[in-house]
């Protein structure tokens, strides 16, 4: 069984950086893609990055593009997501998805992934 163990959340002040990490523990597949998602108060699980296993490629939601980076340790096993000049409306818990790999499906769809991290708070004030 896979277990996905989140850290790095916090409040911090706009403008301000954080960098979450999501470490994967148990049997993960090689092709195996990780993504974020997030989801604000009263609001729906959204979209916020993710990365392909192979060849590496990266997406990200367009309200974080240039702002957020999404990075893998392969030897940790560990995602990163480097959020960059935060804003209020940042403001989430954070969640980490992992996506086995064995069928080529949109990472942008939380229903596509197969395990996920307990989350993690981000609180950003302005």
């Known amino acids: 069984q896979v277990q996905l163990v989140e850290s790095g959340g916090g409040l911090v002040q706009a403008g301000d950086s954080l960098r979450l990490s999501c470490e994967a523990l148990g049997p993960t597949s090689r092709s195996a893609n990780r993504g974020w998602f997030r989801q604000a108060p009263g609001k729906g699980r959204e979209f916020v990055a993710s990365?392909?296993?192979?060849?590496?490629?990266?997406d990200y939601a367009g309200s974080v593009k240039g702002r957020f980076t999404a990075s893998i340790d392969k030897a940790k096993n560990t995602l990163y997501l480097q959020m960059d000049s935060l804003k209020p409306e940042d403001t989430a818990v954070y969640y980490c998805a992992l996506d086995n790999g064995v069928i080529l499906r949109d990472l942008r769809v939380a229903e596509h992934y197969d395990y996920w991290g307990q989350g993690t708070q981000v609180t950003v004030s302005s």
């Open positions: 990365i392909r296993s192979n060849g590496g490629h990266t």
